[in-house]
């Protein structure tokens, strides 16, 4: 029998972890590529992502440099190198462009739109480049929006072959920019307009929704939110295209986030059938905030962007009660200068209970995942949410938002067979009678919390099934 030809995905994305990572997304594009790369021999995955200067130098000496081109963006006439790295199954292609790329971080300057506009259209130069002619090319959020609009304004007939899959992570970020750049930096012509305009402006995120073949977001509680009331004004243009819209729930690397073998834990790993190397790693992350050592005390935590829809507001309100009780507090993260000064300031005035770092910093991050009781989780809106599933897998209990992802990953222990506090509406006081509640299973049934740590501990957060959904999703088009 002849073999099946392979199935070419490219995933275009604006970050992906191990190289660079701010956030959720790039965790989501590495993780899903491995596991797709691993699980289904019949896709040929590759993705294609910017060289920044934050990873250049370290990688480097493994990349292999395949050829430079040159891109137009409107009058821009742009320089743009491709090379190549094998990683874990997976290969990578990196865009050079020095004057685009090399900054510190991904995102945050004047001159985005024309960074990714510039991306977007190097992904085709890539394909040329590359010889790597994808059936389908999956992209990811704003940064990548312009790839399936530019594929019908501009490179229709050559690559007319090409089926798009784009995946919103957060309906927040829609890439809005002034209707004055539309022609001189998104080089989109007087007749595509209607393409990328919205409400006054340009939004990049309802042009990939209107041109890409298929729409997805990663929860399906996201995808029905999204077209109610969570879609930040794009709610009719979901629903126009609900047809090909799909919520795909995210998986968290199962290999990486393991307790029993994580290197981060030193000899403190642990397994659900052995629960004394999380005590230890609680009393080493105490040491390390220099909060007193308290094996009995709850220690709450979050890690999370300090920004308000990820209910940063909400805890704000209530610090000053939750400290009143008897348990610790640790915060990681970075986001609104506000936030930052707010928790700075409390840590400083309750030295004894309260310690922030203000970092992106994923080893801190897995210590306190290690190291904590409690997660903190009171998203307003949370498309999926990665934080409270490496927490369960670590045994640190989920207190969240029924909300998004939240709300399809957690269950409520109070209810039945849970595996974390689930609280409905977004108030301080619906927040504070649930962590009353983890409280009290906390500190006076202590059976019953291991009994829950153990539960949350052994539920399956891995990509499998949801690698699967996305290869069906990937062959629908294929048909097409
Ligand atoms: C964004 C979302 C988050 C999601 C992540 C990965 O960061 O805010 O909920 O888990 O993307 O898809």
Redo the contacts with the bound molecule.
């Keep these: 029998m002849p073999r099946k030809k392979k199935m070419k995905i490219l995933n275009a994305v604006s970050e992906v972890v191990p190289f660079m990572a701010t956030?959720?997304?790039g965790?989501?594009a590495g993780a899903l590529a491995s596991s797709l790369a691993e699980n289904d021999k019949s896709l040929d995955i590759r993705i294609v992502a910017p060289l920044y200067a934050r990873f250049r130098s370290k990688y480097e000496p493994q990349m292999k440099f395949l050829g430079a081109t040159e891109v137009t963006l409107a009058w821009r006439t742009l320089y743009c190198g491709v090379y190549e790295l094998a990683q874990d199954g997976v290969t990578y292609y990196f865009i050079d462009n020095r004057r685009y790329f090399d900054r510190e971080d991904a995102y945050g300057y004047v001159d985005d739109g024309e960074r990714f506009a510039f991306f977007s259209k190097a992904v085709f130069a890539a394909i040329e480049i590359t010889k790597f002619m994808p059936d389908v090319i999956h992209t990811?959020?704003w940064q990548t929006a312009l790839v399936p609009i530019y594929l019908k304004t501009h490179f229709g007939g050559k690559y007319s072959g090409i089926r798009t899959v784009f995946?919103i992570?957060?309906m927040?970020y829609q890439g809005q920019m002034p209707p004055d750049i539309m022609h001189d930096v998104f080089d989109i012509a007087e007749k595509d307009v209607n393409i990328v305009w919205y409400d006054k402006c340009i939004n990049l995120m309802k042009g990939a929704i209107v041109c890409a073949d298929k729409v997805t977001t990663?929860?399906p509680s996201?995808a029905d939110e999204i077209q109610i009331s969570g879609g930040y004004g794009l709610e009719p243009i979901i629903r126009e295209n609900a047809y090909k819209l799909s919520g795909i729930i995210?998986g968290i690397d199962t290999k990486t986030y393991d307790p029993e073998t994580d290197p981060l834990l030193g000899k403190n790993t642990y397994s659900a059938e052995n629960l004394k190397g999380k005590k230890a790693n609680k009393k080493k992350l105490q040491a390390f905030f220099k909060l007193p050592n308290a094996p009995q005390k709850m220690l709450i935590c979050i890690v999370s962007?300090l920004v308000s829809?990820?209910g940063i507001d909400l805890i704000t309100f209530l610090l000053d009660d939750l400290l009143k009780l008897d348990v610790q507090f640790l915060l990681l993260g970075t986001g609104e200068h506000s936030y930052e000064l707010f928790f700075e300031d409390k840590a400083i005035h309750h030295p004894d209970k309260v310690a922030v770092s203000i970092a992106y910093n994923p080893d801190i991050a897995g210590m306190i995942y290690a190291g904590a009781d409690v997660l903190l989780m009171p998203?307003r809106?949370?498309?999926?949410?990665?934080a409270q599933m490496i927490a369960c897998r670590y045994g640190t209990i989920p207190i969240v938002r029924h909300t998004?992802?939240l709300g399809d990953t957690i269950h409520d222990c109070r209810l039945g067979d849970g595996n974390g506090f689930v609280f409905e509406d977004y108030n301080t006081r619906a927040l504070m009678d649930t962590i009353f509640s983890a409280l009290d299973l906390y500190t006076n049934h202590e059976e019953d919390w291991s009994n829950l740590v153990r539960k949350a501990m052994s539920l399956d957060f891995g990509w499998q099934k949801s690698a699967r959904d996305y290869s069906n999703l990937y062959r629908e088009l294929e048909s097409k």
């Design positions: 956030g959720g997304m965790q989501v990811h959020d995946t992570h957060n927040e990663v929860s996201y995210n962007r829809h990820k998203s809106s949370e498309p999926c949410g990665l998004g992802g």
